[in-house]
């Protein structure tokens, strides 16, 4: 019998890309699964594809759009109507927009998208994975260079905007709030953990410029090969209770750097974090 059998798994943007292959391995595993998507034909798509490659049934699907706060607090809602335990959270879901925008919630996109929604809905979640524990965290993030968190220009207002300057602080932020995280879980049961995939054909690249996404498909390995940390970090024994750590290639990768150790800046992100999404 496998380990996953009768263990509930959550995945963000679980319709595609790194988030389907995720989906797949673990429904493979046995575990009932349940994806996050924007589309509902794309979903539902997906679901049925996931379920019949894996041979599984117990795959779900949940609505929603993470750029908007509500639909994030709506899929949250669900997700605790349908399930009494939650094991698995694995935040995936990214963007990257070639144009500077904002939510209807006030919020630069790729950060409310990439960072801000995962925060809102892990910490929606997290009593229900308190009392599913053993449970675990896992966190899609990145190390680029020269990124750094500016908190006091979060929604990149200042400098010029790239999707690459916009992307940098809002995985950055996503391996912060992962050490903040599992810092506060300490004792609980809960591990969290952040990864870097690597570079994977992927929908992310599908606004950018054809120049662009042309070098990065060249550059890019398939999708599976980038979700083979994060099924690691969710399903394998051998890292239950390995907590606050930054995963590639299924293994861990030294975390060096002013803000990587700046304790007092995970916790004034954590704080700004709960403002920006009017958490109690």
């Given at each position: 019998m496998s380990e996953m059998q009768?263990?509930?798994?959550v995945i963000t943007g679980g319709t595609g890309g790194i988030g389907r292959a995720t989906a797949l391995a673990l429904a493979k595993q046995g575990a009932t699964v349940v994806v996050l998507g924007?589309?509902?034909?794309?979903?539902?798509?997906?679901?049925?594809?996931?379920?019949q490659e894996s041979g599984n049934d117990k795959v779900e699907?949940?609505?929603a759009d993470l750029a908007a706060q509500d639909d994030v607090r709506r899929a949250a809602a669900e997700l605790l109507q349908r399930h009494a335990k939650i094991h698995v959270l694995?935040?995936?879901?990214?963007v990257m927009l070639p144009k500077r925008e904002v939510t209807g919630d006030g919020i630069e996109k790729m950060f409310a998208t990439n960072?801000?929604?995962?925060?809102l809905l892990t910490n929606l979640l997290l009593d229900r994975l308190k009392a599913s524990a053993p449970a675990r965290i896992v966190s899609v993030g990145a190390l680029i260079r020269g990124a750094r968190i500016d908190l006091d220009d979060l929604m990149l207002e200042k400098g010029k905007y790239s999707s690459f300057a916009a992307l940098g602080p809002s995985k950055l932020a996503v391996v912060l709030f992962t050490r903040e995280l599992a810092r506060r879980l300490d004792g609980t049961g809960v591990t969290a953990n952040a990864l870097y995939p690597g570079m994977a054909k992927t929908a992310i690249m599908d606004e950018s410029s054809w120049l662009m996404k042309t070098s990065m498909h060249l550059m890019s390995g398939t999708p599976e090969k980038g979700a083979r940390t994060s099924v690691f970090l969710a399903s394998d024994p051998g890292v239950a209770g390995v907590t606050g750590k930054m995963f590639a290639k299924c293994r861990e990768v030294p975390m060096r750097g002013a803000q990587l150790d700046d304790e007092e800046l995970w916790q004034r992100l954590w704080d700004r974090s709960a403002q920006l999404t009017e958490l109690a």
């Open positions: 009768g263990r509930v798994c924007r589309s509902r034909e794309r979903g539902e798509r997906a679901r049925a594809e996931i379920a699907l949940v609505i694995v935040n995936n879901a990214a960072y801000l929604s995962h925060f």
